[in-house]
């Protein structure tokens, strides 16, 4: 892969800063959810807090373990997360992107 190790870790520490963001947004929002509902709407409240649980799940999954890196120039995504490190990935190392 064509990236510098600089740049790598500059991608990596954007992208950690935004899932820390978007950590304490969906941690609001499920808080939200949890204690602000009005009880009219307790039978979507399930839903919702169903749906929050997934977009935490899904952003911990694609900024930790995994941590793609899109390089443009070679049209591909490499991986640098724990799953990654740890060898338990079971996606491939590169993907190859269409």
Same mark, same amino acid.
């Given at each position: 892969v064509s990236?510098?190790?600089d740049d790598q870790r500059s991608?990596? !520490?954007r992208q950690h800063v935004l899932f820390v963001v978007s950590t304490i947004l969906s941690i609001d929002a499920l808080l939200f959810l949890i204690n602000q !509902?009005?009880?009219i709407? *307790?039978?979507i409240r399930t839903y919702?807090?169903?749906i929050q649980i997934c977009?935490? *799940?899904i952003d911990?999954?694609?900024s930790l373990l995994l941590e793609p890196i899109f390089v443009a120039e070679e049209c591909i995504i490499y991986c640098r997360g724990l799953l990654s490190h740890i060898r338990v990935c079971l996606t491939p190392n590169i993907?190859?992107?269409m």
């Open positions: 990236l510098s190790e991608l990596q !520490t !509902t009005p009880p709407q *307790a039978k919702l807090l169903m977009v935490l *799940a911990v999954h694609d993907l190859i992107s």
